[in-house]
């Protein structure tokens, strides 16, 4: 250990080791928490090695602020709700900053930033892209809209003459996304648009194409009209700007074409998600202070928080496995008293942290005015923090959650998604309404109302409406003391949160309650039990996990958890627990929709949920639970169909031989076709630019040609080329060759003749070789690690090598294992691709490039 500036320090392995002895053996826990919460420094000394040194950091801080205020909590008081993980957990980016002098951050989970309806100047749109990524690097993420930008064909007036629409946009903001690193992590970002967009049908469409706008979430705002329009079968007309009386653009529209898309796509891909935008805006109590500023113009990345412009959000969850006594037995109750106290403290913790975080956007505000670069340079990031401090201060708004509701209702002897389930849920709720409620008007009625907050304003609001129906005496104490919050409650996924705190995530029930991981062994060791050995002579354990609470009913229930069972003895289990039927899989989907449409009425911003679906499921049962959630008072809904999307925990059946799996590229023709469908991807290596144009077939490369492109005119091909064919003809000599056909903007075809030849020959030659591992079945994360391994002579041919291997990991299935592969920050071997990076699933870092 070594001391700087008077505080100890830690190796990463004295950490770990605290770490996980404070989480029971729990090694992902432990690995996650160091990563992302424990207390560092800019150069990555680490000052925590367990997180109990965290929740000391975290009361001493929100003691401090209590101190400014009538009866203030003591620091003890603080602690003993926040220790453990056991029953308050401020969530994500209040662990890692409450308390950190040493990095310049900000404490909100969620921002959303905007233009005014009107602006969708290329300023604007540009002003937005780089407020976006000042807000990723403080470790926000970011939600905003595009139904500000004119449709594509629009006239401009520029040397454009029209508009290239919103699509190029979403590219550009994905793209921002990517580049911006958070601390192990990239960006997050929500695009979202209005189905009232004449573009509407281009965005749906977007993500369709390989490697296209793989940083960013997309949603649709779907309004009443629409979707009433699909239920009769009928037209719908879009306008530009939306729901303008005097429209520039109108486009009609078969409603039910629209919807099919939404729907097809989401059953492909698991996006678009869906924002019924009506249900939202006339819902929202935050909206009706409309006038003053608050007017919701998208959500955050996970779509729990919809927000105004340049206001931001603190998320905490309550742990509602804590308030079970008995658990998993016959006498298994609820501590409503208990749960009653703790959500008043909660909110006012939650209050306590929006003063924190004023004082670190005071101090983001000061380093920016520190900063050498000239003023206007800064004055974008300047004005940026400045309109967010403004919104924070004027509507104080709180995110107040939950977690382990699924295990909640296990540990009740409960059946996640049965009706009697669904009613406690309900009620549970309901409880964490009118109690967040009633502790801010209390703290309002101590320490003042948000700014602009009016009564009148609010009363017809159904919402409030709903508070009054159950608690009357509520309603009328907030007319006379106001309320020191102008939104309070969400529930969000809390996947990391749900780590620390080891149950299931958010409102989801659990996922698995036994799965499986793998762990590398020494082959010498001759204790090792030795599952199978991989292709370059490596040996793999697999064993088996138990959820964390499973578990628990396990010991509640004399089995014994050491015990190394077979498949048919946990199957055995599985059924005999109140687990059983009860996973994101089994859950009757529409119960499900039910349950968060019924919740969503005690909830004023909204829900993070996924509808887990079987892979086999017919596209239309996504469309008809979209239907059932729009008329449950859903606010959104996301679907997930098992297989669309890889990189999920892996079932716990037997292992699958690896000449049982077959090969995805089998059916690859042998024989090159005549014309391949192809992308074109530009890469910046060492400030050089380079090009490859990837022949797919079936959406999987095929071959590859690549090198440096041509000089700033794009005289080989224009900037705004991204797809087109490559074609097999011959030249006079009557030798193959391999042409590049696009689509002009005129509508003609344009042909770049000899790509082979367009680059330098060793170039070309090594392109060959990589093609032909491609076309003859090898998995592209191989043929890609294969590329990165080549030992090249020059520092060209090694440039070139790395543009390839970018160019290809875009290719790359999401959740594929990265085999032979070691994790920079902790060693693991357990990494998986996502959108093109490696992705550590012990850790949580990221490298890309």
């Not at 969530?91 to 005014?116: E, K």
């Not at 409620?437 to 609010?458: L, Q, W």
Request: hydrophobic residues 35%.
């Amino acid at each position: 250990m070594e001391m700087i500036n008077d505080l100890k320090t830690y190796t990463y392995e004295e950490a770990l080791a605290d770490a996980l002895n404070y989480f029971k053996g729990d090694d992902l826990a432990a690995q996650v928490w160091i990563n992302k919460y424990a207390l560092k420094d800019s150069e990555g000394n680490i000052y925590e090695s367990n997180p109990d040194q965290m929740h000391r950091r975290l009361s001493r801080e929100i003691a401090r602020v209590e101190n400014k205020y009538a009866n203030p909590v003591s620091e003890n008081d603080i602690y003993d709700l926040i220790k453990d993980f056991k029953y308050i957990v401020p969530q994500g980016s209040p662990m890692a900053g409450i308390g950190n002098d040493f990095q310049t951050g900000s404490l909100s989970n969620c921002f959303v930033i905007g233009n005014d309806d009107n602006s969708d100047s290329y300023g604007g749109i540009l002003k937005i892209d780089q407020e976006q990524v000042q807000l990723m690097k403080r470790r926000g993420g970011v939600g905003h809209d595009l139904s500000h930008i004119r449709p594509k064909g629009s006239a401009v007036k520029n040397s454009a003459l029209t508009s290239t629409g919103l699509v190029p946009f979403m590219e550009r903001y994905s793209n921002s996304t990517r580049e911006v690193a958070q601390d192990g992590r990239r960006g997050a970002l929500m695009l979202s648009v209005s189905i009232n967009h004449p573009d509407a049908e281009d965005f749906i469409d977007a993500k369709l194409e390989q490697g296209k706008v793989t940083g960013a979430n997309v949603s649709v705002r779907i309004d009443d009209d629409f979707m009433r329009a699909v239920a009769a079968d009928t037209s719908y007309v879009q306008k530009y700007p939306i729901k303008s009386d005097n429209p520039k653009v109108t486009k009609e529209v078969k409603a039910g074409h629209l919807w099919s898309k939404i729907v097809h796509n989401a059953w492909k891909s698991a996006e678009p998600g869906i924002l019924f935008w009506d249900t939202i805006i006339n819902q929202s109590v935050a909206d009706c202070y409309a006038e003053e500023g608050f007017k919701t113009v998208s959500t955050n990345p996970c779509g729990e928080i919809p927000l105004c412009a340049y206001d931001s959000c603190r998320l905490l969850a309550i742990n509602l496995y804590s308030y079970v006594e008995n658990p998993f037995t016959e006498e298994a109750s609820f501590n409503f008293p208990l749960f009653t106290s703790h959500i008043s403290m909660a909110q006012r913790i939650m209050d306590d942290i929006i003063d924190l975080e004023l004082e670190k956007i005071d101090t983001i505000l000061a380093k920016i005015e520190d900063d050498p670069e000239n003023q206007s340079v800064k004055r974008v990031e300047r004005e940026l923090w400045q309109n967010i401090k403004h919104k924070a201060e004027q509507g104080r708004r709180t995110g107040i959650g939950i977690t382990a509701e699924g295990d909640m209702l296990a540990a009740l002897g409960l059946t996640y998604g049965a009706e009697d389930a669904n009613k406690f849920s309900v009620k549970v709720h309901q409880m964490l309404a009118v109690e967040t409620y009633r502790a801010s008007v209390y703290m309002a009625r101590d320490r003042g109302a948000f700014p602009v907050y009016n009564f009148e304003k609010e009363v017809n609001n159904p919402f409030i409406q709903r508070l009054k129906e159950v608690d009357e005496k509520l309603y009328y104490d907030m007319g006379e003391y106001g309320r020191r919050n102008i939104a309070l409650l969400t529930i969000a996924p809390t996947g990391t949160t749900s780590l620390m705190t080891q149950t299931t995530s958010g409102i989801e029930p659990v996922f698995l309650p036994v799965y499986k991981r793998r762990r590398k062994v020494n082959p010498n060791d001759k204790n090792a039990t030795i599952d199978f050995v991989d292709e370059i002579g490596d040996s793999w354990e697999e064993y088996t996990v138990f959820h964390h609470k499973f578990k628990t009913w396990m010991t509640v229930n004399g089995l014994d958890t050491e015990v190394n069972y077979s498949q048919s003895e946990i199957d055995e289990l599985i059924k005999k627990s109140p687990y059983y039927k009860a996973t994101s899989n089994d859950v009757d989907w529409v119960s499900k929709v039910h349950l968060q449409g019924a919740v969503q009425q005690w909830v004023d911003h909204s829900i993070s949920v996924t509808i887990n679906l079987p892979n086999d499921v017919d596209e239309a049962l996504v469309g008809e639970l979209y239907m059932e959630a729009w008329k449950s008072g859903c606010k959104g809904l996301t679907v997930y169909r098992d297989g669309s999307r890889s990189g999920v925990l892996i079932a716990n059946d037997a292992p699958e031989k690896e000449e049982e799996k077959g090969n995805e590229f089998q059916n690859f023709p042998t024989k090159r076709p005549e014309i391949l469908e192809a992308d074109v991807v530009r890469l910046q290596n060492n400030k050089e630019k380079w090009i490859a144009f990837i022949g797919l077939i079936d959406g999987k490369p095929y071959e590859i040609f690549t090198g440096l492109a041509d000089d700033e005119d794009g005289i080989l091909i224009p900037r705004w080329v991204n797809n087109g064919f490559i074609i097999k003809a011959q030249n006079a000599e009557g030798k193959s060759r391999y042409d590049f056909q696009y689509i002009n903007k005129r509508g003609y075809k344009t042909t770049i003749e000899g790509l082979s030849h367009k680059f330098e020959q060793e170039y070309w030659n090594y392109a060959k070789l990589i093609s032909g591992t491609l076309r003859h079945g090898m998995p592209i994360e191989k043929a890609v690690h294969l590329i990165s391994t080549l030992q090249l002579d020059t520092e060209a041919i090694n440039t070139w090598k790395n543009g390839v291997a970018r160019a290809l990991k875009r290719y790359i299935v999401d959740g594929t294992e990265a085999k032979n592969q070691k994790c920079e920050n902790c060693n693991s071997t357990n990494l998986i691709y996502q959108e093109g990076c490696l992705s550590c699933k012990d850790c949580g870092s990221s490298k890309c490039g």
